[in-house]
């Protein structure tokens, strides 16, 4: 937190995030300062500017010439820029991932349960658990003492929430099915209410133990997991609610709007 609060005033009205390298005594800086300026002075001029923030942390006598060389033994290891082209191919890149894993989700859910309104509802349990984390991580950006950014180690959270998600979906799913076949003739309304309070223990049981495991993980491990881990924390939690909240009265909506108009034909 120092460092990041030495390293405020030199690159102000841009974003600074700076990560402690665990079991060493090496720090990751990012910056989005002058991102879109593709000028080969940029570099030199972010680089004075780590040098006049850090100045008082660094070996005693080191020059700005010393610091920009890239070695171990000196001050800046390595350095690389992420240009607006290679951010353009990861957001394109993640956006198909999303899609195509909902699309492959949608099939999976219709072709198990012949019933196109557990599809509806399994998506909207998903894209609310992934918007409320988008939104989550949009509004803490700047101000929890950990690297916010919205990477490829957020995808891949994402990505393994939705995972996590349907899973969790499917079961409860596979209990309204079965109540289904054993009570033909009960209101479908019924059947889901009953479906989830019979799923409700072992769906508490999995997500706290998950959720145990997630916050000594939190906790314990390095910086460099933790916005990873923070993103599955929050999508354990939401993603468990979303499937009693939003899967299953999606479903129950989607069937009864399908029934009704199947009647009135």
Known sequence: MKLQEALAPEFEGASVSVITIENSNQVRISTNYKIDNEDASVDKEITDKLFNALKPYLREGMTAEEFSTTDANQGIISSQKVGPTVADDMRTGAIIAVILSLIAMFLYILIRFHNVAFSFGALAAVAFTAFSIIGVYSISWGWLPFAMEIDQ????AILTIIGYQINDTVVVFDRVR????????????????????????????????????????????????????????????????????????????????????????
């Open 178 to 265: 079965e109540n289904v076949g054993l009570y033909p003739k009960q209101d479908f309304f019924t059947t889901i209410n009953k479906s989830i309070n019979s799923t409700l223990g072992r769906t508490v049981m999995t997500s706290g133990t998950t959720l145990l495991v997630l916050l000594c993980i939190f906790i314990l491990g390095g910086d460099a997991i933790r916005s990873f881990v923070f993103a599955m924390l929050l999508g354990v939690i939401v993603g468990t609610l979303a499937t009693m909240f939003v899967a299953a009265p999606v479903a129950y909506l989607t069937d009864a709007r399908r029934k009704a108009k199947k009647a009135s034909k």
């Open 153 to 156: 180690n957020f995808i891949a």
